[in-house]
């Protein structure tokens, strides 16, 4: 028996309460129907891998639930980042040169540490208890420190120094939101 068939076996039971479960997420069938493919296309290669789960139901469930949840981080960070500023040269679509641009237009204006906060919580969606975890700093400097990137981006005054940035910074940032990985913020050049 192939790993097709071992795996069709413990799934199909399943099935039509796991599609069920898709639509209650998704809100719509077109949406169901592509979380419900991703979700055994995941099942599928997880079992390949390791051994499958004895009560396989609650498995499939919460891949569904979490890659749900992925796809709405994943769109609430697109909205997020490309309504900074539209005056500002933010741009909806995540072309590499645009994102690049955005990047250099905020190292001219903020911190290196401020662009970094400002970038795992407003793009990537980390709570501010995760980024103080992860820089090893308090909650309440994460606060200050969004508060007081909010309000210079706010004022965009001509007064703010300029500052000058390595450009492996302003390249390791635009990688980070390029690639979608987060870590590569927290990683020390």
């Not at 500052?163 to 590569?184: G, H, K, L, N």
Request: hydrophobic letters at 40%; one cysteine or more; a positive charge.
């Amino acid at each position: 028996m192939g790993a097709y068939s071992e795996y069709e076996i413990k799934v199909l039971p399943h099935l039509r309460e796991l599609q069920n479960y898709c639509t209650y997420l998704a809100k719509s069938k077109w949406d169901a129907e592509d979380l419900l493919q991703e979700t055994l296309l995941k099942a599928f290669v997880f079992f390949l891998h390791t051994e499958p789960y004895v009560d396989v139901k609650p498995f499939l469930i919460r891949v569904a639930r979490n890659l749900w949840i992925d796809a709405c981080r994943k769109r609430q960070r697109g909205r997020r980042f490309a309504a900074l500023d539209q005056t500002s040269g933010v741009f909806e679509d995540s072309d590499y040169v645009e994102v690049r641009g955005t990047l250099e237009w905020l190292a001219e204006r903020l911190p290196r540490r401020n662009i970094e906060i400002w970038l795992l919580f407003y793009y990537f969606g980390y709570s501010m208890q995760d980024i103080a975890l992860e820089t090893d700093i308090s909650v309440s400097a994460v606060k200050s420190l969004l508060h007081r990137t909010r309000e210079t981006l706010r004022v965009r005054s001509e007064r703010i120094e300029r500052r000058t940035f390595v450009r492996t910074d302003i390249e390791r940032w635009s990688r980070a939101v390029m690639q979608e990985r987060p870590q590569a913020i927290l990683s020390k050049r």
